[in-house]
């Protein structure tokens, strides 16, 4: 069977856990990393027997290969993402979220990927937990009914990013995954209303609360947020109702319920005692993504987490963030995507 070509960008923490998984997978060829530093760089590839690089362009050359992964800092992450598909080798890229640190550095790199024919995808890993694949099989079988409500709870332990240049910056590093929850589920966006706090003598604003109206079937959503939670408490909570029941997940791995109405006894998925919380089921979130995309690509498929998503969740938290700062007012999605001066953004996000 033939085995798909990966290269990565990026020779920090959590590329490693991306190489990880390559290393892992047999139906993988991880040929090279490329990183900043030659040093780093070294120890991150002879650590998995591939070929360093410090030049993404000689990288993409020389290697040219099917699947490239960008795991690196967001400050790093447009040049070196537009390198690699400008690089004219690029048939399928990856990264992480967020995507850009704004709408036009995530347009740009979405429009770039289309008008080169370049599949794009980003790793919303949580999209690939067995209790929220759960959830989007019980939301999408009609074992719920209609969507009526969606909520979800997510606290984070205290992280500030390394400089204080923007006050959102902590917010936009880290909820992407939330807003992607919620769009997976219930669809698109019609209208959003936010307030947002800050701790005493903090810079980042750390506590929120973010309201949704979905477009379709009158269906809303409310996203609670914080940083100054424990990952060892219930750090995160999604709940979905319906006409006919209602959906839980906790703390994305630990726990999945169904609740169908009419019925006394509800339906549990809980792991195995030896693949519980704290025996890295959470990573294995990671690995279940690429592994995936692996698998779409040698199938001739498309990878399964597509960027344009990403490029949605950050118009939807700009959105948040504007509502805010005029009072929690409601802002209407399609009148807010069409006040950025870019052609195609309305044709992207198929508003």
Not at 53 to 74: F, G, H, N
Request: proline residues 4%.
């Amino acid at each position: 069977m033939k085995k798909l070509k990966v290269a990565m960008v990026g020779a920090g923490g959590f590329g490693r856990r991306h190489a990880s998984a390559y290393a892992a997978n047999p139906n993988v060829e991880f040929c090279a990393v490329c990183g900043r530093t030659s040093e780093k760089t070294k120890v991150r590839a002879e650590e998995f027997h591939v070929r360093a690089y410090t030049s993404i362009s000689e990288m993409m050359e020389k290697e040219r290969p099917d699947l490239t992964d960008v795991v690196t800092q967001e400050k790093d992450q447009y040049k070196a993402i537009m390198e690699v598909i400008q690089s004219g080798y690029a048939k399928a890229v990856l990264t992480e979220k967020p995507l850009g640190i704004n709408v036009k550095e995530a347009y740009e790199m979405v429009l770039e990927a289309q008008k080169r024919r370049v599949d794009f995808g980003v790793n919303f890993n949580r999209r690939f937990t067995i209790p929220y694949q759960l959830m989007k099989q019980w939301s999408g079988s009609g074992e719920l009914g209609d969507l009526t409500y969606l909520t979800l709870k997510f606290s984070h332990d205290p992280y500030d990013p390394e400089k204080e240049e923007d006050p959102y910056r902590w917010f936009f590093n880290v909820y992407p995954h939330g807003f992607d929850m919620l769009t997976h589920m219930a669809g698109p966006v019609k209208t959003v209303s936010a307030f947002f706090t800050k701790p005493e003598n903090h810079f980042y604003y750390k506590r929120f609360t973010i309201n949704f109206l979905f477009r379709d079937n009158g269906v809303v959503g409310n996203l609670i947020g914080g940083g100054e939670g424990k990952w060892r408490h219930e750090s995160e909570y999604m709940e979905i109702g319906g006409t006919k029941g209602q959906a839980v997940v906790k703390n994305v791995t630990e726990l999945a319920v169904l609740r169908k109405h009419g019925e006394e006894l509800e339906h549990i998925w809980k792991p195995a005692i030896t693949e519980g919380p704290g025996l890295d089921i959470f990573e294995e979130s990671v690995k279940n993504h690429l592994d995936k995309a692996v698998e779409c690509l040698l199938a001739g498929e498309r990878l399964p987490s597509q960027a344009v998503c990403a490029l949605y969740t950050q118009v939807l938290m700009q959105a948040a963030r504007r509502s805010h700062e005029n009072g929690g007012a409601p802002v209407k999605i399609q009148e807010f995507v069409r006040e950025y001066p870019y052609e195609r953004l309305e044709e992207l996000l198929e508003i």
